[in-house]
């Protein structure tokens, strides 16, 4: 019996989950907030809904990592540091380089994480900083990085190769990466234990639709095209990003609004765009929702948009599978939004997919609920990159 902690690191923030391996059990999780700012605060949630809660200046992730296990230490939840024997972090690019999750074992390797933070600059250098800090607290444990984009290191070239000169790729290694794996793995993973057949006979299409969102197709168990590019900007409508776009309307606005800055205009795209401005209302797919409700053209067009993109990328990662036993869907608006689902399944019933009103309605639990004589199989999975960030720590120990 061992416990491990699945670490999602932030520049400023540092969330966990504490997990009792092998039962995967989760016996805690939470996060701290505002690492380096005057007032940093740090949320632990354990048992049966307790909840502690402290506010103190925390001016780095060390000391993040110092609190974290002290107060769970405190609180009972470990008798003591020695207890927790992995610690798996979440990174977001792997680049070429990692295929599969990885151990981190020495400081060389740490500096890896590094080295490819051009590819996530936000994120890479914050979780290479969370992982030298787990590191000094618990020099002896299991430490493991799991990556975003490693399940999809397994896509062939004409997947990922964009079609310009060959060079830029040779060079600065200029391609699509993808993001979300944990979650597209775990998922379609799921999806053959629920359907009882081995993955590697099977032909997945996983529906990441989230604030950020992402669809991937999974043939025998592997990444073959996925929707995110060389970064997550790419693919499908988002909360705040445009998705795909001509990338001759950048100049073109960026001309027609005097802008010279072409990382403004990157900024507009990432944080501006996709359902916020389409709608002119919110990022949160709920309030756009509401709005549509209430008779809002905008929102309306905004998730018109969203679903057709959905619809679009699960259309054409059928025709590169060339078939599909089912779809799955997770993350926040795939697993909550019945009426997403349900707009999505809709126009694509003629490759033999159909919906069950019922249980499209349920939520919370893994579910099949594609009708009983449905061909191609639809589910709602929801996800847990956690879990799969606690297993593999266990397969790698
Ligand atoms: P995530 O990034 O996976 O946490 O997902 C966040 C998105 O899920 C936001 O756009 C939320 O509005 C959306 N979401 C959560 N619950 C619901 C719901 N019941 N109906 C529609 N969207 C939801």
């Not at 295929?99 to 936000?122: G, N, Y």
């Not at 507009?268 to 002119?280: P, R």
């Not at 990022?283 to 998730?303: I, K, P, Y």
Request: charged share 25%; aromatic share 8%; glycine share 8%.
């Amino acid at each position: 019996m061992t416990k491990s902690i699945a670490i999602n690191a932030g520049s400023s923030s540092l969330k966990f989950q504490l997990f009792q391996m092998p039962e995967e059990r989760v016996i805690s999780k939470g996060l701290i907030e505002r690492i380096g700012l005057p007032l940093s605060q740090v949320t632990i949630k354990y048992g049966d809904d307790q909840k502690f809660e402290l506010e103190e200046a925390i001016p780095n992730h060390e000391v993040a990592v110092e609190i974290l296990l002290h107060q769970l230490e405190e609180l009972g939840i470990i008798q003591s540091f020695s207890e927790i024997t992995g610690v798996g972090h979440r990174v977001v690019a792997g680049g070429e380089l990692f295929k599969d999750s990885a151990r981190m074992d020495t400081d060389e390797d740490i500096q890896k994480i590094d080295d490819l933070a051009e590819f996530a600059p936000l994120h890479n250098k914050a979780e290479a900083v969370a992982m030298r800090a787990f590191k000094k607290v618990l020099p002896n444990v299991t430490s493991v990085a799991v990556f975003d984009t490693s399940f999809h290191t397994t896509m062939p070239e004409k997947a990922y190769l964009y079609s310009v000169p060959y060079e830029y790729y040779e060079k600065y290694g200029a391609r699509r990466y993808g993001a979300h794996g944990t979650s597209h793995r775990y998922v379609a993973q799921r999806c053959a234990e629920m359907m009882g057949k081995p993955i590697e006979d099977l032909k997945i299409v996983t529906c990441h639709l989230g604030n950020g969102a992402s669809i991937t197709a999974v043939d025998g168990g592997k990444s073959v095209d996925t929707s995110m590019g060389f970064t997550p900007l790419a693919g499908l409508t988002m909360g705040t990003r445009a998705g795909d776009v001509d990338t001759s309307l950048v100049s073109f606005i960026m001309n027609k609004e005097g802008m010279t800055d072409i990382n403004e205009m990157v900024d507009i795209l990432n944080h501006k765009s996709g359902l916020l401005g389409l709608s002119g209302v919110s990022s949160d797919c709920r309030d756009v929702q509401a709005a549509a409700e209430e008779g809002n053209h905008r929102a309306q067009v905004a998730l018109d948009i969203f679903v057709y993109k959905v619809q679009k990328y699960i259309g054409s990662y059928v025709a590169a599978m060339n078939g599909v036993d089912a779809i799955v869907f997770t993350a926040g608006i795939g697993e909550n939004s019945s009426v997403i689902r349900k707009s999505v399944i809709e126009g694509i019933t003629w490759f033999g997919c159909d919906i069950d009103d019922e249980l499209n309605e349920k939520r919370g639990q893994d579910l099949e609920i594609s009708t009983k004589d449905a061909k191609v199989k639809v589910f709602n999975i929801p996800t847990n990159e956690e879990l799969m960030i606690a297993r593999d720590i266990e397969r790698l120990r």
